[in-house]
């Protein structure tokens, strides 16, 4: 079994930055690939970026030169830096594990919340 922890979100003015940690744990051999995914208030769930053990990153259009996505792999964990925020960038953001690459993840963490104000 994996297990995923998420942290890092909060409140912060627009252009402000933030920093998500998401940490894997238990069974991370068969872990072959990180995403970050957020869902806004009253929208679908969307990727915003991935890592995979080709260390290639995928981003989103909406979040690209402004969002970086890192590993850490003696740690378990995988980061979310976050620039110049915009008030649309508010949603909740999940680190979801995979076991194969570009793929539906197969564990979830429980979401962190971040929330960009004007």
């Known amino acids: 079994q994996v297990h995923i922890v998420e942290s890092g979100g909060g409140l912060v003015q627009a252009g402000g930055s933030l920093r998500l940690s998401c940490v894997v744990s238990g069974n991370t051999d068969s872990i072959n690939s990180v995403n970050w995914y957020r869902q806004p208030p009253g929208k679908q769930r969307e990727l915003v970026a991935s890592i995979d053990s080709t260390e290639n990153p995928i981003y989103a259009d909406s979040v690209k030169g402004r969002f970086t996505i890192s590993g850490d792999n003696a740690k378990n964990a995988v980061y979310l830096q976050m620039k110049n925020l915009e008030p649309e960038d508010t949603a909740v953001y999940y680190c979801?594990?995979?076991?194969?690459?570009?793929?539906?993840?197969?564990?979830w963490g429980q979401g962190t919340q971040v929330t960009v104000s004007a």
């Open positions: 979801a594990a995979g076991r194969l690459v570009m793929s539906t993840p197969d564990y």
